[in-house]
């Protein structure tokens, strides 16, 4: 029985891989890392900056880039102190915003502080193909993506669609918050993505793969 049950596995595995679109690197860069939760206001986006942040840090010969996938409430303006619209390189693909050294690029450079984005899937989805296919961000070593918190249909996109070498899952303590987080490293376990969990507990911060 326990070979028939590996067996099936196997075959449900290679389908769903089969069925997976073919991944395409973003122009420039050589690794993306991933930021994810599965609820909002746990911390994401200050994870993602300080990753950022902390990458260049270690080794200041390393280019790194911050991409703020978080369509309906984009922080890392805020975070990054970055305003002001992209300019345009001559192949019309949009030019980061720079701070502290990271060249960043997110949704709400693209639209007025206290407008509230009210779109439907098709435009969100335009939007993050444009986040992802249309920035000129030179050469990166690393891409840090923060991405919206859940499991819908923009964290499918970036992670089928993108070659990602690691994810990190942030959450508070709260079991309700950690069986969200679970749910979220499920999704990259399945696109055979590296997981780190990242959670608050006891009043200092506990690091863990999932």
């Not at 300019?87 to 502290?100: F, Q």
Request: proline share 7%.
């Amino acid at each position: 029985g326990s070979v028939d049950n590996k067996g099936l596995q196997d075959r449900q595995k290679r389908q769903m891989v089969r069925g997976l679109p073919k991944q395409k690197p973003i122009t420039g860069v050589k690794q993306v890392i991933v930021v994810a939760s599965g609820k909002g206001g746990v911390g994401k986006s200050t994870t993602a900056v300080n990753l950022a942040l902390g990458l260049m840090a270690i080794d200041q010969s390393k280019s790194v880039g911050l991409l703020d996938a978080d369509v309906y409430g984009p922080s890392i303006p805020k975070l990054m102190n970055l305003k002001g619209h992209p300019e345009l390189s001559d192949d019309n693909r949009m030019i980061p915003l720079i701070n502290y050294g990271v060249p960043c690029m997110s949704m709400g450079f693209l639209v007025e502080d206290a407008s509230p984005i009210v779109w439907r899937g098709l435009m969100v989805m335009s939007a993050i193909e444009r986040l992802l296919r249309q920035v000129e961000w030179g050469s990166l070593d690393y891409l840090v993506v923060d991405m919206p918190p859940g499991t819908g249909d923009v964290q499918l996109s970036i992670t089928q669609n993108i070659p990602i070498a690691g994810a990190v899952i942030v959450s508070t303590p709260q079991d309700i918050a950690l069986l969200d987080a679970r749910r979220g490293a499920e999704m990259f376990k399945k696109v055979n993505v590296p997981v780190i969990f990242l959670s608050e507990c006891k009043n200092r911060e506990c690091v863990s793969p999932v």
